[in-house]
């Protein structure tokens, strides 16, 4: 009797109950058999998880290619071709063949060899038409363990027929797949006493197991020093193949053995398991529809990255639907596996979307037109008749592509794409509105007949990571969070900077124990209308994010503040340096005008408006927040959070526990002489102009685009009474 001495590992791909991830013990079993490849050169060893070959040819490259060498010397055999061991209990028909086409795939492109035995190790149950899919892909046969179903199995060796006429070829594995200790003799005597005499030939895997493992150095050495050591039998080293190979010769004189193996007819089903497999059909049919959008999508580099993602959803799909090693009902990782169909089931349902969109945006790639409004703003902006506005346009799933923003007339307007993804753009622009704060424009696509769209001013932005500029103002960073503000362009007699320093409770900003720590400014957006800085300070546990932006061509820089405050025994300030001392006091602002503010060193409330100077380049500050301001002799000190108690005698204010607030200010050069302006000009900076949406899209005529119907003229209500334009006139109906 020749005995056939398998080395092989089992491992399953999603957590397991030892806590070591799987990717590790893939890589820690694959290597260790790699090892005793180099070491024993007549020791085989054979492997049939995809999953896991793939897991090493991404995160040791290295000992792939020591593996791929190996499957060209016949010392490594690749078995199985499913790309993880199913779970008979949840996998499904479509499940059973997506295995082989993503496992046998794998193995054709990436290792070499297209696998000819199946066997899974861990599967309780094996439906019945398992042979007809074997025999379809060319398989020589399988082996089974089924150690509660030997009584039913009328040889260790069988033909199994399928309903349509398949048959492989299968052999039962006695006493089993996995050893527990180096001394092999009871697995090696079992295995002859369960082999069939006629064939002379009895497989025996070996390996410990089943959380990774495989054969080890002594299990090997075992082997070679009692080759011969046991009576009328001879220990080979040997793969899963190799044996087939020897059985296929007598195989017509094997019996045959039909229908579904293992015990399908007493097993009364878990309800998680039910539960579980009407997830995962249900996730299927999602995956099955989505497979079919790449194909669909025009644009190369979308297909490409949809081909990927329909991968993934199936290779999620057979992980969660994987038989445990440990011959369990398949509930060993059930949240895992719970939730491995939940992303996939929302990555199709992501995928088929994109798919109808894309389809739409095709066959509608001339109607995308989109009323836009701007309304009730005018009378509160108090920036004269051009307003900026930010807006989000929603496109049907397209992106901006060649759009414009146009009036009603044609005159095209600049815009600033700030996020343009499928479905949402959020854009910035600056339009001009009429007498009542409206702006009705259309974003479309232009047509042949259109005219060629206006360029927007040249906005001479300037964006490092130093310094931001316009031509009017410049914002230059002076490290640690330090701001410096400062007029410049062509005739400036005096820069008249402005220092901005975060402090903690009113230290100056040359003071070293500020404790404020500020990241690097990061530029977040580059023009053409607006250029913008973001950064994170931090202290202790309070978090503070601030923007910076400047606009084209305005003489002003915004702040945005998101301030989290969780300092109960000090308080945020902003510290204001100018060089101009000697002109007049800063004048604070309230609804009802405006006072100057002395340098007593004490707190005193303001809101809407501080004028520092009223030059032509003077700077005030803009904000519609409620602050207290101190001032000393060469600062200006404003309080953003406070969760300190408040002094007797010193008039601030406080709030105790955790101050979480959101904070805008502008500083404006050149509008402090008109101080009745001023507070309207801080309130529009939290007024959000409404903006209503409206889209009515159709086929256009081939000689260019026109309005939806509800912007039509006189000319086109006249044409469609005429009848030149009744397929327009049926489709406004």
């Not at 010397?73 to 086409?101: H, L, S």
């Not at 002379?200 to 070996?206: A, L, N, R």
């Not at 097993?267 to 249900?282: A, G, I």
């Not at 005159?411 to 854009?427: E, K, N």
Request: aromatic fraction near 8%; glycine fraction near 10%; proline fraction near 6%.
């Amino acid at each position: 009797m020749i005995v056939h001495m398998i080395g092989n590992a089992s491992f399953r791909p999603i957590g397991d109950g030892t806590g070591q991830p799987a990717i590790d013990q893939a890589i820690a079993t694959f290597k260790a058999a790699a090892d005793r490849c180099g070491e024993f050169p007549d020791f085989r060893f054979s492997n049939g998880d995809i999953w896991a070959y793939e897991a090493v040819e991404r995160y040791d490259p290295a000992l792939f290619k020591r593996i791929q060498k190996l499957i060209r010397k016949r010392q490594w055999c690749v078995i199985n071709g499913t790309y993880t061991p199913p779970d008979e209990g949840i996998m499904t028909d479509a499940g059973w063949v997506r295995q082989f086409e993503i496992g046998t795939g794998y193995c054709r492109e990436k290792l070499g060899v297209i696998p000819k035995v199946f066997f899974s190790p861990n599967a309780r149950t094996l439906p019945g038409f398992l042979p007809d899919l074997l025999a379809s892909l060319h398989y020589k046969g399988m082996y089974v363990y089924l150690p509660d179903w030997p009584e039913s199995l009328p040889s260790p060796l069988f033909r199994w027929k399928g309903p349509e006429g398949g048959e492989v070829l299968c052999s039962r594995i006695h006493p089993a797949h996995m050893t527990r200790s180096d001394d092999l003799y009871g697995q090696i005597m079992e295995a002859v006493e369960n082999g069939s005499l006629m064939l002379g030939h009895v497989p025996c895997p070996y390996g410990l197991g089943p959380w990774g493992g495989g054969p080890t150095k002594a299990s090997i050495e075992y082997l070679r020093q009692h080759k011969d050591a046991f009576r009328d039998v001879l220990l080979k080293f040997s793969t899963y193949e190799e044996f087939m190979g020897e059985a296929f010769l007598m195989s017509d004189s094997f019996p045959v053995v039909e229908g579904a193996l293992g015990p399908v007819g007493q097993e009364n089903p878990d309800h998680r398991c039910t539960e579980m497999r009407r997830k995962q059909m249900r996730a299927e049919v999602a995956a099955i529809h989505a497979e079919r959008i790449p194909n669909q999508i025009a644009d190369k580099a979308r297909r490409a990255g949809a081909l990927v993602k329909a991968a993934s959803i199936w290779k999620d799909l057979l992980m969660a639907a994987t038989a445990p090693v440990d011959g369990s009902s398949g509930l060993l990782d059930r949240e895992a596996a719970e939730s491995l169909q939940c992303r996939a089931e929302t990555n199709a349902r992501e995928l088929i979307h994109e798919g109808m969109v894309d389809w739409l945006v095709r066959r509608n790639a001339l109607s995308h037109h989109q009323q836009f409004l701007v309304q009730d703003m005018g009378a509160v902006s108090g920036h004269g008749k051009l307003s900026w506005v930010e807006a989000v346009a929603h496109l049907d799933g397209d992106t901006w592509g060649t759009r414009v923003l146009t009036d009603q007339q044609g005159q095209s307007y600049p815009v600033q794409l700030i996020t343009d993804t499928s479905g949402a753009v959020h854009f910035l622009t600056k339009v001009p509105l009429n007498a009542d704060g409206r702006f009705e424009g259309l974003i479309r696509i232009p047509g042949a007949m259109d005219s060629l769209a206006t360029s927007g001013p040249d906005a001479g932005l300037r964006v490092s990571r130093d310094s931001l500029g316009n031509g009017k103002v410049a914002v230059a960073s002076a490290g640690n969070g330090r701001l410096t503000l400062s007029h410049e362009g062509p005739g400036v007699s005096s820069a008249n900077p402005l220092q901005l320093a975060f402090t903690i409770s009113g230290q100056l900003p040359d003071d070293s124990k500020g404790g404020l720590s500020w990241d690097a400014w990061e530029a977040v957006e580059s023009g053409p209308l607006r250029a913008a800085w973001e950064s994170i300070g931090s202290h202790k546990n309070s978090r503070i994010h601030a923007r910076v932006e400047v606009f084209a061509a305005e003489r002003r820089v915004k702040f945005e503040l998101v301030v989290d405050w969780n300092c109960p025994e000090s308080a945020l300030d902003l510290v204001v340096k100018r060089d101009r001392t000697d002109r007049c006091p800063p004048l604070c602002g309230l609804a009802k005008g405006g006072y100057p503010l002395s340098a007593d060193g004490k707190w005193h409330p303001f809101q809407s408006w501080v004028v520092l100077d009223k030059t032509a380049d003077g700077w005030t500050l803009l904000s519609p927040d409620l602050f207290d301001a101190r001032m000393t002799d060469d600062a200006l000190i404003l309080r953003l959070a406070d969760n300190t108690k408040p002094a007797p005698g010193t008039g601030s204010r406080s709030n105790s526990g955790t101050t979480s607030q959101r904070i805008a200010m502008e500083w404006v050069m050149g509008v402090g002489k008109d101080t009745q302006a001023l507070t309207p000009k801080a309130w529009s900076m939290i007024v959000k102009p409404a903006v209503a949406w409206s889209y009515d899209g159709m086929q256009r005529p081939a000689w260019g685009n026109r309005p939806p119907p509800h912007l039509w003229g006189e000319n086109e209500k006249r044409a469609i009474k005429d009848g030149q334009m009744r397929h327009l006139g049926t489709a406004s109906s």
